[in-house]
RNA sequence: GGCGCGGUGGCAGAGUGGUCAUGCAGCGGACUGCAACUCCGUUAACGCCGGUUCGAUUCCGACCCGCGCCUCCA
């Protein structure tokens, strides 16, 4: 089946054609380290988690690199803020990351290149770009990248030129040729933050550590760039310039953005202030019922964090974990004989639809409690297995069916005391005394636990 | 102001030129000692105005509304 990626670069959904032959090198735009992780980063690459997953799935060999941006301005300042060293600081940001996307079921990427790590190259691609006369010395020491020689410049964002110069902040500096001139490197004072480099003492710009970092790690040329949406401008945008005019052979093939988290209407922003972390939210929903609200939506999608939002998707994983429970899963031959593959791969196939890829899912789920309904239990764990299967390629419903739906459940009842008072209840239903089975239930059910019978007997799990 | 994206039933959220998204919620029924889970049935939508068409929620145009980028941002 072929496979249609939406390219920002062309505006439409296109064919996807890899530059080599059953490989498919991608480079994502990942942290810059100076802050807890919000719910917004981890939507962007639970998104990009997502796609590797089922490029890999569809038999692609996948090179995923996602960088980690570890000097910065920002990150100086928060250091000396702290009082403490940058280092210190970005490690310490790093590992907090690495947690939170872990929790996120997010697999790790076969490269996670820092930019302190590539000054070197930084530095090579900088003076190239200065020996081609696309970049210049200034006064100060700063390196500039003179945009008025890329004449491409803008083909990603779909900026004009021209009206960006025109409605270019007026500069307080004299040191740029031009407004839209860009920053390559940053002279600094000794005592500063920096590395001696032919350049100069100084620290590299914003956006050319992903040039260098890309060119090391997937090539000058290499099939997927991704990266939230807010990075097309300036960053994506100042990435071309520099790595087309610095390796003189086109940048990325497709171009991959995915769309913004929003709360109350606004985007989940560190500027704006109104961002949950990872950390917050995973404080007060499961991480799996996170991943899942975060995948229930196509990638390019505006989603909005609510409340009622988290809730919903906590509902729809119980119904899929309902199903799955009390089934013995057979072991599966092949996933391409699912009467819901064909939907499956066909929505993920059409630029990772997960949502309409779910809905397929969600038909197994009616097709396995039916076989429950009537007693085969053999066709119920070959859907069950097909179920996990699918659910394995979107990286949720792999938990054991207990333990998602008992966790949380109150904390001051152990599950001894929940088996002991089981027990009473149905020894109490033997002896038809229900008032005292109803008030066992009842009272379990205030602390959080909801008894569920069946033919098999009385389950327990966390109530709603 | 420039560029771009979107407005789908009570909610969330896919999709399509002419019978079904899907999930939650609602309603009716089954199951159950009563519930929950589950099953069966069912209600209900395509921002507004024109155009193309035998037929448009789906294509085209205008309009209204929301959002994003244009400055640090995933």
Not at 99 to 120: Q, V
Not at 343 to 359: H, K, P, Q, V, Y
Request: overall charge negative.
């Amino acid at each position: 089946m072929k496979l249609y990626v939406y390219n920002t670069l062309s505006r439409s959904k296109e064919e996807f054609v890899p530059l080599t032959p059953g490989e498919i090198k991608m480079y994502v735009c990942g942290m810059t380290v100076y802050d807890l992780c919000h719910i917004g980063h981890g939507r962007c690459f639970v998104s990009f988690d997502l796609i590797t997953r089922f490029l890999r799935y569809m038999g692609w060999k996948v090179t995923y690199v996602r960088n980690i941006t570890d000097v910065d301005d920002k990150i100086i300042a928060r250091a000396a803020e702290r009082n403490e060293s940058c280092e210190v600081l970005t490690e310490r940001y790093i590992a907090a990351m690495q947690e939170d996307f872990a929790s996120l079921g997010m697999l790790s990427p076969d490269m996670e290149p820092k930019a302190t790590e590539h000054i070197a190259h930084i530095v090579t691609m900088i003076e190239q770009l200065i020996e081609k006369d696309y970049a210049y010395k200034a006064e100060n020491g700063d390196v500039y990248y003179r945009v008025s020689h890329f004449a491409e410049y803008g083909k990603l964002s779909g900026k004009n030129p021209d009206e960006l110069l025109a409605g270019a902040r007026i500069e307080v500096e004299k040191l740029k040729e031009d407004p839209r001139d860009f920053v390559l490197w940053k002279a600094a004072a000794v005592d500063q933050v920096g590395w001696p480099t032919d350049l100069g003492y100084g620290r590299p710009g914003w956006h050319i550590e992903c040039s260098a970092m890309s060119k090391d790690s997937v090539g000058e040329t290499f099939d997927i760039h991704g990266g939230g949406e807010d990075l097309q401008f300036p960053h994506h945008e100042n990435e071309i310039a520099q790595s087309e005019a610095a390796n003189g052979c086109d940048f990325a093939k497709y171009w991959v953005h995915a769309g913004p988290l929003r709360i109350d209407g606004d985007k989940m922003s560190k500027s704006l202030n109104n961002f949950f972390t990872i950390q917050d939210v995973l404080a007060k929903y499961q991480s799996e019922v996170v991943r899942f609200f975060l995948i229930s939506s196509h990638y390019r999608s505006p989603i909005n964090y609510s409340e009622d939002n988290l809730r919903e998707a906590q509902n729809g994983l119980e119904r899929f974990y309902h199903a799955i429970r009390d089934v013995k899963a057979v072991e599966l031959q092949d996933l391409n004989q699912s009467s819901a593959y064909d939907a499956f791969i066909a929505a993920m196939s059409d630029d990772f639809n997960s949502r309409e890829a779910i809905a397929a899912m969600y038909e197994l789920v009616n097709q396995i409690n039916t076989a429950k309904v009537v007693g085969d239990m053999a066709r119920a764990g070959l859907l069950v297995a097909e179920l996990r299967g699918f659910g394995e390629i979107l990286g949720v419903l792999q938990e054991d069916a207990d333990k998602f739906l008992q966790a949380g459940s109150a904390e001051d009842l152990s599950e001894e005391i929940v088996e002991q008072l089981i027990a009473d209840r149905a020894q109490a239903k033997l002896n038809r005394d229900y008032a005292k089975a109803d008030k066992i239930r009842k009272d379990l059910m205030e602390k959080g636990v909801q008894l569920d019978d069946s033919r098999e007997g009385t389950s327990w799990r966390r109530s709603s």
